[in-house]
């Protein structure tokens, strides 16, 4: 006998006997291949138009594979037939549109349908496929038990409530009536209604904010005649609240503050404000309490235009820096304060040579007129001796007394040709600290 086919996936049936040489060949692409696709094979559809999967034994088909997976593009509903077979699919629309799919056995069947981006394992039932299970809970069929996180129910009654009739089991309760409250009877018992009584349920009955009302937790509070706010929460206030905060609870007391004034405190009572009054003055203490007053001329205050002196580059906050003066020596003046000199500060005491003409002089004949009024004393011999060649005899002088030249010369000035001369040079760069002249800003 030759090899039959399995009628379901088409797989090898060898005969006991036959495919001598070729039996390897014949399991491994009749049997194995053909199966691992059956299990973990996949059919990608991504032409946008109806398709009847292949069919075919002991070689690879569209039908066979595990998986089918739709990619195509479209807006039209595609229908999928599948043989109409025991097989289980899973579907999954992943089209690029919005197109939904039909999967749906030869016949053809009514099929399942699978939306956009859904996924269904979906299985042949005997005579149509259907969902057993799926990524989109509107597509399921079945209810869903409350052991699986449902109520177990299909429908419930209108105006009912649901509740548990007994363990693991949910019901529906007939309507309540209008306005009336839910009683519950305890265990296994269905809860019933109860009108307005006495009590609570009076109360309940009351408009909120009328007298008698019951308020409820998260409920309106409406406008309450009187009572006392406690832990209340949210509460605006620009229309929840009227009158004014006083003092003793953290307010003003007052319900207007007049602009730019100072407050200070008053106690109990409402507060005081100081106005700014004029420009330019400050706050001062008077020893009891706090007022606008003129700066006086003895404090902190420094008019404007007044020029300082300050050891650094920039000038400080309020002062503008003067660029009029630069490399000037300070002077202390009892009178006017001016500006003066030439000569640059680092140029005045900087290293200076010294250099100049002294008194030299050569050979200088004095002439008579330059030399001092003077005469000259001639002694002769003693007197009682011989008189002397050229004694005077007769004229009343002795011929032993000493003869005296008349004076001359006439004691004028006279000068000295100059010559030059050079020293050690004198270090006059003195140590200093630069300052800036600012002026204050109005």
Not at 64 to 93: D, F
Not at 122 to 149: Q, R
Not at 187 to 203: E, I, S
Not at 388 to 405: H, K, L, Y
Request: overall charge neutral; charged content about 5%; glycine content about 14%.
């Amino acid at each position: 006998m030759a090899t039959s086919y399995t009628s379901l996936l088409g797989l090898a049936l060898p005969v006991t006997g036959e495919l001598s040489g070729t039996w390897g060949s014949t399991v491994n692409t009749e049997i194995t291949a053909l199966l691992d696709s059956a299990v973990a094979g996949t059919t990608t559809i991504s032409s946008d138009a109806d398709i009847t999967l292949t069919t075919t034994t002991g070689a690879a088909n569209e039908a066979r594979e595990a998986i089918i997976l739709w990619t195509a593009g479209g807006t039209v509903t595609r229908n999928i037939t599948a043989p109409a077979q025991s097989k289980v699919y899973v579907v999954i629309n992943k089209s690029s549109n919005t197109q939904s799919i039909v999967l749906r056995g030869v016949g053809p069947t009514t099929g399942v349908t699978i939306v956009l981006n859904e996924k269904a394992v979906c299985a042949w039932n005997g005579s149509d496929f259907v969902k057993i299970s799926s990524t989109v809970i509107t597509n399921l069929t079945g209810t869903l038990p409350v052991a699986n996180g449902g109520t177990g129910l299909t429908s419930g009654t209108s105006g009912g409530i649901l509740y548990y009739s007994a363990a693991g089991t949910l019901a529906s309760s007939a309507a309540l009536a209008a306005s009336s409250l839910v009683v519950g009877g305890g265990a296994g018992v269905t809860p019933a209604t109860t009108t307005t009584g006495t009590g609570v349920v009076t109360a309940l009955g009351v408009n909120t904010g009328t007298a008698g009302a019951f308020v409820v937790n998260g409920g309106a509070l409406g406008t309450p005649s009187s009572g006392t706010l406690t832990s209340a929460t949210g509460l605006p206030l620009t229309t929840g609240v009227t009158g004014t905060l006083p003092v003793a609870n953290g307010g003003t007391g007052l319900a207007t503050l007049t602009a730019n004034n100072v407050i200070l405190g008053n106690g109990a009572t409402a507060p005081l404000f100081v106005a700014p009054s004029t420009n330019g003055n400050v706050l001062t203490s008077n020893g009891t309490t706090w007022v606008s007053s003129t700066p006086s001329a003895g404090g902190t205050t420094i008019p404007a235009g007044t020029a300082m002196l300050f050891a650094q580059t920039a000038a400080p906050t309020g002062f503008t820096k003067s660029t009029t003066h630069d490399n000037k020596a300070l002077r202390v003046v009892s009178g006017s304060a001016s500006s003066g000199g030439s000569v640059a500060f680092t140029t005045a005491f900087a290293s200076q040579a010294v250099a100049g003409t002294v008194g030299t002089s050569g050979a200088t004949t004095l002439t008579t007129s330059q030399i001092p009024s003077h005469n000259h004393t001639i002694p002769r011999h003693p007197c009682g001796g011989s008189p002397g060649v050229g004694a005077r005899q007769g004229s009343g002088i002795e011929a032993c007394d000493p003869w005296t030249t008349s004076s001359t010369g006439g004691g004028s000035s006279h000068t000295h040709t100059g010559g030059t001369f050079t020293g050690t040079a004198i270090n006059l760069a003195v140590s200093y600290v630069d300052v800036i002249i600012a002026t204050k800003n109005a």
